[in-house]
C-alpha cells in the first residue's frame, strides 16, 4: 500500500514567521496528491490537488508544491485563523491514502 | 442538503452492544467513503460505496463492522458487540464520483465505547 509521512507531527509559529510542511510518499505511479485543513471537531476541508513534479498551487498564504518524492505546504505570513491540522493524501484507484498531519500552531 | 450531515455527532454506548452511525451525503454526489480518525493516528479507510455497491471492503477492520446504502443516498455503518478500541470518530465523505480526491467530509460521528 501507498505510504504518506508528514513532517513534523507539529509546529508552532508566531504570527508572520513563515515555514513548510512536508508530506513525503512512497507511490508506484502518482495519480494526484491532495492537501486537506482539518479544524478541532471538524471534518477535513480540501484544499488543493497536485498532479505532476513542479506543479504549484496557491490560496492566500498557502502554496503547494510538489516534487517527485514529496510534497511542501508552505506558510507565508501565517496568521493565528491559520491554526489546524494541515493533512496530505494520495490517490489509489478508488480511495484517498492520508498521512497523520502536521498540528499547526499560530500563536498572535 | 448543504453538505454532509452525520448523526449522531456524539454516542456514547457500553461495551457489547452494537450502534449504527448514519450519513447522508450531499445531493447528487454517486460515491460515499466512511474513514475512522482515532487519537494521534490518522484517517483509516473503512469503505466506499458507488451508489449502493460497495467495491471495496478490504478495510472493514472485523466481521463486526458494516454498511449499507440505499437508493444511492444515506449510508449507515453498524458496529456490532462494540469493544473499547472502536472508540474514535467515524467520519463520512462524499464525492461527485468515485476515484475524485477532492472528497466532502462531514464533521463525523464521536463513538466513546465504555
Known amino acids: 500500500e501507498d505510504q504518506v509521512t508528514q513532517s513534523p507531527e507539529a509546529l508552532r509559529l508566531q504570527e508572520g514567521e513563515s515555514s513548510s510542511l512536508n508530506c513525503s510518499y512512497t507511490v508506484s505511479g502518482l495519480r494526484g496528491l491532495f492537501w486537506y485543513r482539518q479544524d478541532p471537531g471538524k471534518g477535513p476541508e480540501f484544499l488543493f490537488t497536485?498532479?505532476?513534479a513542479g506543479e504549484e498551487k496557491e490560496k492566500e498564504r498557502l502554496k503547494a508544491t510538489l516534487t517527485k518524492k514529496e510534497s511542501f505546504l508552505h506558510i507565508t505570513a501565517p496568521k493565528p485563523e491559520d491554526s489546524a491540522t494541515y493533512l496530505c493524501a494520495v490517490q489509489e484507484p478508488e480511495r484517498l491514502v492520508f498521512g497523520k498531519g502536521t498540528k499547526l500552531t499560530v500563536d498572535p | 442538503g448543504a453538505g454532509v450531515s452525520q448523526s449522531p455527532s456524539n454516542k456514547v454506548t457500553e461495551k457489547g452492544k452494537d450502534v449504527e452511525l448514519r450519513c447522508d451525503p450531499i445531493s447528487g454526489h454517486t460515491a460515499l467513503y466512511w474513514y475512522r480518525q482515532s487519537l494521534g493516528q490518522g484517517l483509516e479507510f473503512l469503505i466506499y460505496?458507488?451508489?449502493?455497491?460497495?467495491?471495496?471492503k478490504s478495510g472493514l477492520p472485523s466481521d463486526r463492522f458494516s454498511a449499507e446504502r440505499t437508493g444511492g443516498s444515506v449510508s449507515t455503518l453498524t458496529i456490532q458487540r462494540t469493544q473499547q478500541e472502536d472508540s474514535a470518530v467515524y467520519l463520512c465523505a462524499s464525492s461527485l464520483v468515485s476515484g475524485a480526491g477532492e472528497l466532502f467530509f462531514g464533521e463525523g460521528s464521536r463513538l466513546t465505547v465504555l
Open positions: 497536485l498532479y505532476s
Open positions: 460505496f458507488q451508489g449502493n455497491s460497495a467495491p471495496d
